[in-house]
């Protein structure tokens, strides 16, 4: 590697961290934000929570940021007149571009280890996080004047009012407890005047003062009973329900990955569920070099044709940008829909590849250079034209 490519890698490299830093990071706490109740959430389990989001963040980020910065730098070589001079040193375009590939590729490798090893090593810390969240009786997670769900075994507390930070006011807690073997339900409804959070996270329940108890087994039998104090735990935290005994595809290492393909593809939805998984493992990280592959095309066949290369290049990282975000959004569609239309997303990349290779040929580029050369003022670039077009136009119209 020549002292040239050398400072092109390092400029490269510099302005890649720079930008998806720059612009992951306020995305990733925003997401944080929103996900997590912070209040709500121990130094325990923020710290996992922030691990998982921000592989997310970066998985998906990465291969679009990544391309923009490359086309922005190579768009200040341009412009500055770097490539034209590498160029008459006798330098091939694929020499050229040879540094903004070393570049992509190392993306591409981070991209591979982001989603094979530590996105699903941090997917497991949100799951289990949401998890316990959905089950905790957290005061800081539950709104006065509304029916507040707890877990999904038919629980609901409602207050009218917090009185301090562990303290509700004007208590009403219904409970529904199922008996399969004898295809019966029991139905507790609690009032209490005050109720008092007591516990950890993840383990908490409601001391409940000066209140009744209404247990309904069928519309003929109701039982009331008056208390003064009584100690209400929800049914969560009874037989080891606050630890999930199940795995979702994004949480599997990547051989649990491929080796639940066969019973993934027995059901339409786990089916969908796993092609979209795989698409986001094995695809999304490519998207780093085939992004950059065709925004520096794009560049070198554009780029030479006007002076104002600045927007040439905001226009190309916009372009890479949409075209980006068209390919995420096929592929969390193809987990709603169908698996089948994965091959939509690959033919997609196939041909954002291909025109990049047909750009980078030398055909598509001489003739449009002979189509600009054979019209009236060949020495005139496109923006001069339109410019000139306009100024007469201008000229032509009489002034009132």
């Known amino acids: 590697m020549t002292t040239i490519d050398r400072y092109f890698v390092r400029r490269l490299a510099v302005a ?15 997401s944080l934000i ?5 209040i709500a959430v ?8 922030l691990y998982g989001i921000s592989c997310m963040i970066l998985l998906h980020s990465m291969p679009a940021l990544v391309p923009g910065a490359i086309i922005w730098v190579y768009g200040q070589f341009l412009a500055d007149g770097t490539i034209v001079t590498m160029y008459m040193a006798g330098r091939s375009a694929f020499a050229v571009k040879m540094p903004a590939i070393i570049v992509s590729l ?16 941090s997917a497991k810390y949100i799951h289990d996080l ?31 009012r917090k009185v301090d930070g562990n303290r509700i006011a004007k208590v009403f807690i219904r409970q529904v407890e199922s008996d399969d073997e004898q295809n019966t339900s029991v139905e507790r409804t609690y009032i209490a005047e005050h109720g008092f959070f007591q516990g950890i996270q993840g383990s908490r329940w ?18 009331k009973v008056d208390f003064r104090e009584f100690y209400w735990h929800p049914t969560a935290y009874f037989g080891g329900n606050t630890v999930r005994h199940y795995k979702i595809f994004d949480e599997m290492t990547t051989t649990e990955f491929l ?27 490519l998207l780093a070099l085939i992004h950059t592959v065709f925004g520096l095309a794009l560049l070198t066949l554009f780029g030479a044709m006007t002076e104002r290369r600045g927007y040439i290049t905001s226009l190309l990282n916009g372009l890479v940008i949409l075209l980006h975000a068209l390919i995420i959004i096929l592929i969390e569609i193809v987990g709603q829909l169908h698996a089948s239309l994965i091959w939509a997303v690959a033919a997609l990349l196939c041909l954002e590849l291909g025109a990049a290779i047909l750009m980078m040929t030398a055909g598509p580029r001489y003739l449009l250079q002979s189509y600009l050369d054979n019209l009236e003022l060949p020495r005139i670039r496109l923006f001069e034209r339109i410019e000139l077009f306009f100024s007469d136009r201008a000229a032509d119209t009489p002034s009132r």
Not at 269 to 281: D, G, M, Q, S
Request: aromatic residues 10%.
């Open 16 to 30: 890649t961290i720079a930008v998806t830093a720059g612009f992951s990071g306020p995305i990733i706490l925003v």
């Open 130 to 160: 949401l998890f316990v969240l959905r089950k905790d009786l957290s005061p800081d997670l539950l709104e006065a004047g509304k029916f507040n769900q707890i877990g999904r075994d038919g629980q609901v507390i409602f207050f009218e």
């Open 106 to 121: 190392i993306a591409v490798a981070a991209g591979y280890g982001l989603s094979c090893h530590f996105a699903p090593d």
């Open 34 to 38: 929103n996900q997590f109740p912070l």
């Open 259 to 285: 080796e639940s393909r066969d019973a993934a593809m027995a059901e339409p939805r786990p089916a969908r569920e796993w092609v979209r998984e795989a698409a986001k493992r094995f695809l999304v990280p």
């Open 206 to 223: 409601v001391v409940l003062t000066e209140g009744t108890l209404f247990i309904t087994k069928n519309e003929d039998d109701i039982r």
């Open 42 to 49: 121990s130094t325990t389990l923020l710290w996992p929570a």
